[in-house]
T-cell receptor
């Protein structure tokens, strides 16, 4: 089955700096890679996703890159703000729609 | 106008009791899921239903039984609750099982004492 590893587990950044979270996956059949943001006491919310036929996708301050050959994908947040503080999860899913989540990254943006 | 809703939000109960968590989605999606998030924030899928049919059934104790009366509802019944069942349980839905995007509910924090 799929195995997703996520690094780092915690990430502290100064406001205005960039944050990068990296994930690797094991199943070459995985074709969909979402990123979720979970704020305290809330459910995970989809912030950006990428499919296996695309190498990069950007939405304002966030971007995701995918390297299918190396089986890794990354989330990039630029110009970080205090409201970006949360736990971020990557996931990989196969054609059956089954998600395997990474272990999460606690991002803390300090003013 | 909540997309995926769960009840209750908090559930505190004693070991050995039986409890249910309800989930409803008003997105018109065909597929619904139950996830368990442990104290270390790890999210793991438990079950998935597609149009009331069970399609994913991970290694979960038999004490957990999902039920989907219609495609907008997926409930989770837990028998003989144990301390290790304490966690946050999330319901999610997606348009269908192949299109990807899953939308999560707010979660139910279950505490077993």
């Amino acid at each position: 089955g799929e195995n997703v590893e996520q690094h780092p587990s915690t990430l502290s950044v100064q406001e205005g700096d960039s944050a990068v979270i990296k994930c690797t996956y094991s199943d070459s059949a995985s074709n969909y890679f979402p990123w979720y943001k979970q704020e305290l006491g809330k459910g995970p919310q989809l912030i950006i996703d990428i499919r296996s036929n695309v190498g990069e996708k950007k939405d304002q301050r966030i971007a995701v890159t995918l390297n299918k050959t190396a089986k890794h994908f990354s989330l990039h947040i630029t110009e970080t703000q205090p409201e970006d503080s949360a736990v971020y999860f990557c996931a990989a899913t196969d054609s059956w729609g089954k998600f395997q989540f990474g272990a999460g990254t606690q991002v803390v943006v300090t003013p | 106008d909540t997309a995926v809703s769960q009840t209750p939000k908090y559930l505190v109960t004693q070991m050995g009791n039986d409890k249910s968590i309800k989930c409803e989605q008003n997105l018109g999606h065909d597929t619904m899921y139950w996830y368990k998030q442990d104290s270390k924030k790890f999210l793991k899928i438990m079950f998935s239903y597609n149009n009331k049919e069970l399609i994913i059934n991970e290694t979960v104790p038999n004490r957990f039984s999902p039920k989907s009366p219609d495609k907008a509802h997926l409930n989770l019944h837990i028998n003989s609750l144990e301390l290790g069942d304490s966690a946050v349980y999330f319901c999610a839905s997606s348009q269908d099982r192949t299109l990807g995007e899953q939308y999560f509910g707010p979660g139910t924090r279950l505490t077993v004492t």
